[in-house]
């Protein structure tokens, strides 16, 4: 297991951007796939993007493709999703997760943290 907290959430107007953090504690972070998923109001949880443990191969969501990026910094334990191009239907609280794979599937992964909100005005 490994402890999540997220950073970098608010409020942007449509078609801004927004960086997320996550930072993790542990000193096996490097060994973890890490992700994101989201859960809009009344929907359920979202995979968004996931990233191997060396950072080369990721995983993105095709509804966020090309406006989405994610990365990671193993020497600090934290990986980021870059938001660019923001809808109004990206307002979520965004989760930070850690797994083995860059699966989709929510059970695949073991830790996850509190969430950070992120709402797009139109």
């Known amino acids: 297991q490994v402890q999540l907290v997220e950073s970098g959430g608010g409020l942007v107007q449509a078609g801004g951007s927004l960086r997320l953090s996550c930072a993790a504690s542990g000193r096996t972070f490097s060994r973890y796939v890490m992700g994101w998923f989201r859960r809009a109001p009344g929907k359920e949880r979202e995979f968004v993007a996931a990233?191997?443990?060396?950072?080369?191969?990721?995983n993105i969501a095709d509804s966020v493709k090309g406006r989405f990026t994610i990365s990671r910094d193993n020497a600090k334990n934290t990986v980021y999703l870059q938001m660019n191009s923001l809808e109004s239907e990206d307002t979520a609280v965004y989760y930070c997760?850690?797994?083995?794979?860059?699966?989709?599937?929510?059970?695949?992964?073991?830790?996850w943290g509190q969430g950070t909100q992120v709402t797009v005005s139109s």
């Open positions: 997760v850690a797994g083995i794979d860059t699966t989709t599937t929510v059970n695949g992964y073991h830790s």
């Open positions: 990233i191997s443990w060396s950072g080369d191969r990721t």
